[in-house]
């Protein structure tokens, strides 16, 4: 197996990944990531999915192309010029909503239906509001995170946050979960009860 061999690559990924380098986007997410979040997504036929952290629309690419029959996905993010190129790529998506939001106050204060899949990809929802987020997934819905083995653009300290992180996840009852040291390093989880 050579798992550096990817298929099935979302056909707007290059125009992102293009539109990325022009604007000097630096947060890009790992193709790795991509490919799981798709497949564990497709696991979900009309599944309600939540991404925190729209960025560009690297990781949505991936997301995009896993939703299957009447899925929806809700995507959020606070800057308004990556939400702006986000709807450029993905406004004919009518499966798709791009909020340009605090995520921190959008997920304290939403009310409606949990998710079958969350992807933390921002601080809100990763290293804060950790139990509202959580508190948001279905039974059996998965809460995928990236970006725990230590990376060169992390600041001073920041290691102190993956450890809190990992160990309140690991203790808690209601999920169980994988991490692997493979892309960035990520922790599944899924929700048990």
């Known amino acids: 197996m050579n798992d550096a061999t990817l298929h099935d690559i979302p056909s707007i990924l290059p125009g992102i990944q293009a539109k990325s380098a022009e604007i000097g986007f630096t947060m890009p997410s790992d193709l790795y990531i991509g490919t799981m979040l798709k497949t564990l997504m497709s696991s979900k036929p009309g599944g309600r999915f939540l991404e925190s952290g729209t960025g560009i629309g690297l990781s949505l690419a991936w997301m995009v192309e896993g939703l299957v029959g009447e899925a929806s996905l809700v995507t959020i993010d606070n800057d ?73 653009n992390w600041p001073d300290g920041h290691e ?29 989880a899924v929700r048990v009860c």
């Open 80 to 152: 308004p010029v990556l939400t702006g190129i986000a709807n450029e790529f993905f406004s004919h998506d009518n499966r798709l909503s791009i909020l340009c939001a605090d995520g921190a106050d959008w997920i304290t204060s939403y009310v409606g239906p949990s998710f079958d899949l969350v992807f933390a990809d921002a601080w809100p929802g990763k290293y804060s509001q950790t139990k509202e987020i959580l508190a948001l997934i279905k039974p059996g819905g998965f809460y995928v995170i990236d970006d725990m083995t230590t990376q060169p």
């Open 160 to 188: 102190d946050n993956v450890t809190w992180l990992v160990d309140y996840l690991e203790a808690r009852e209601d999920f169980v979960l994988t991490k692997m040291g493979w892309g960035t390093g990520v922790i599944v």
